[in-house]
C-alpha cells in the first residue's frame, strides 16, 4: 500500500462517522416530532371551557300562539368542549352558539330548559353545559289599553299663559308580559313649552313607558301600537299695556273740560300670541262731556278675540268754567 494510500483512509472514516450522527440527529428529531405530533393532534383527552356564551331563545312565535311570552330571557351559559388541542384552539367564544327552543313550552313560570350548543366542529363534543346566570320566566302574554299622558319640559315664557293641552293618538294599545304591564303607564317624550310663541304649536314626540316609579321602561318584551305621537298646545299672550287717555266729545255749556288722571294706567290684557305681542297700548271709550262729572267710569274697547279683568276705567276730570 502507498504512502497516499493510507493517508486517505483516516479521512474517509472520519467523513463516514460524521454522516452516522448526522443521520443519528435526524432520526431523534423526527421521532421527537413525531411524538408531538401525536401527542398534541391525537389525544382526545384534551377539553377547554367558555363562559358567558348568550342564550338564544327560538320558537318565540309559537309560544306567543298560546298567549305566553318569555317574562325574562337573559341567560348565559358555561360550555366545556373536548377534543384534539389543535381544533380546539381555533373554536372561538363568538362561534359557540347556545340555543333554548321553547316550541314545546305550555306553562308558567320558571322553566328549566335543554340547552343545545351549535356552531362547533365535528369533531368535538361537548362534555359539560350549564346555565350560570338568569333563568328563563314564562308569563302570561295579554294586551293592555294605556291613556297617553303628556310630559312637558322647560319653562313657559312670562307673556305666555298654558291653554288646552291635547295628544293624537289618546290612547296606545301594549302587548307584553301580564305581570310587566299591571303599572305601566303611557307618556309623550317631553314636550319644550319653552320653545312656544304661537297661539298654537304642534310638537311630534316619542312614546316612552313609565314604571310605577316614574322610571323609563326599556325592553323588548313589551310592544306599542303607536311609536310616535303629536301634541297639540293652544296658548295665550298677555301683555301690560297703557290706557290711553279718552277722548272728550260734545261740550257743556260753560266749561272747559281737561282729564287730570286716569285709574288705572296700565291693565294686563290676554289674547292671541300674534296679536297681543304687537299691540302697545289700548283704548277706551270717550266721555260725552255734557253729562261728565269730575269722577267718571268709563270701559276699556278690546277687540273680541282679547280679554281683561279690568273693564272699567276710573277717569278724574278737570272742569274748568268758562269766563265770559
Keep these: 500500500m502507498s504512502k497516499e494510500q493510507k493517508n486517505t483512509k483516516p479521512a474517509e472514516e472520519n467523513i463516514n462517522r460524521g454522516k452516522n450522527l448526522l443521520g443519528k440527529v435526524i ?115 295579554v294586551k293592555k289599553n294605556l291613556d297617553l299622558n303628556i310630559e312637558v319640559t322647560g319653562k313657559m315664557a312670562d ?44 310638537f311630534t314626540t316619542g312614546i316612552v313607558l313609565k314604571s310605577a316609579n316614574g322610571e323609563a321602561i326599556e325592553t323588548d318584551m313589551i310592544t306599542l301600537s303607536e311609536t310616535s305621537a303629536a301634541v297639540t298646545m293652544k296658548c295665550r299672550g298677555k301683555k301690560e299695556l297703557e290706557v290711553n287717555v279718552p277722548e272728550i266729545i260734545g261740550s257743556k255749556a260753560g266749561y272747559n273740560i281737561t282729564v287730570e288722571k286716569i285709574e288705572p294706567e296700565t291693565v294686563m290684557v290676554v289674547g292671541p300670541i300674534e296679536e297681543i305681542s304687537i299691540l302697545g297700548s289700548v283704548d277706551v271709550e270717550p266721555i260725552d262731556a255734557y253729562n261728565a262729572t269730575e269722577n267718571v267710569r268709563t270701559n276699556l274697547i278690546l277687540p273680541e278675540n282679547m280679554q281683561c279683568e279690568t273693564t272699567k276705567i276710573n277717569v278724574k276730570l278737570k272742569l274748568t268754567m268758562i269766563n265770559d
Design 159 to 202: 307673556s305666555v299663559i298654558e291653554g288646552e293641552k291635547t295628544v293624537s293618538p289618546t290612547h296606545v294599545t301594549i302587548r307584553g308580559p301580564e305581570s310587566t304591564l299591571k303599572s305601566v303607564t303611557a307618556w309623550t317624550t317631553p314636550v319644550d313649552v319653552s320653545k312656544i310663541n304661537s297661539s298654537v304649536s304642534t
Design 27 to 141: 432520526c431523534a428529531l423526527l421521532a421527537i416530532i413525531l411524538w408531538v405530533y401525536v401527542s398534541y393532534d391525537k389525544k382526545p383527552e384534551t377539553a377547554k371551557e367558555f363562559t358567558n356564551i348568550p342564550v338564544t331563545l327560538t320558537g318565540i312565535e309559537v309560544l306567543e300562539g298560546r298567549n305566553l311570552t318569555v317574562l325574562s330571557n337573559d341567560m348565559f351559559v358555561k360550555v366545556k368542549l373536548s377534543g384534539t388541542r389543535s381544533i380546539l384552539s381555533r373554536v372561538n367564544k363568538k362561534d359557540i352558539k347556545a340555543i333554548v327552543d321553547l316550541s314545546d313550552t305550555t306553562s308558567l313560570g320558571e322553566q328549566y330548559p335543554i340547552v343545545t350548543i351549535a356552531g362547533i366542529p365535528d369533531a368535538l363534543s361537548v362534555e359539560e353545559k350549564k346555565i350560570v346566570s338568569g333563568k328563563l320566566l314564562i308569563d302570561n302574554l
